[in-house]
């Protein structure tokens, strides 16, 4: 699987998501921003990327991830 594959996985089901990813393979870096996270704990944002890519990772195509998740408030901060 490709980065940009996997870019397009995430930003399909989470909608207005902003997705960075690096890496290949099955070995991803994965930065997402996302108005859906507002309010949420750390693990619950990590969850809602993870279902997006159960399936991936189910079949062996994802099998290391390394997950960033932000508000686009927070991306914000950061830069």
């Known amino acids: 699987m490709q980065a940009e594959e996997v870019k397009q996985v995430i930003e399909k089901q989470l909608e207005g998501s902003q997705v960075i990813t690096a890496g290949e393979g099955c070995n991803f870096e994965i930065t997402v ?3 859906a996270f507002a309010g949420l704990m750390p693990v619950k944002k990590q969850q809602l990327v993870y279902a997006c890519l159960n399936e991936h990772i189910a079949s062996g195509a ?3 991830v390394t ?5 686009p408030e927070q991306w914000a901060a950061l830069n």
């Open 33 to 35: 921003i996302s108005d």
């Open 62 to 64: 994802i099998h290391a």
């Open 67 to 71: 997950l960033k998740t932000y508000t």
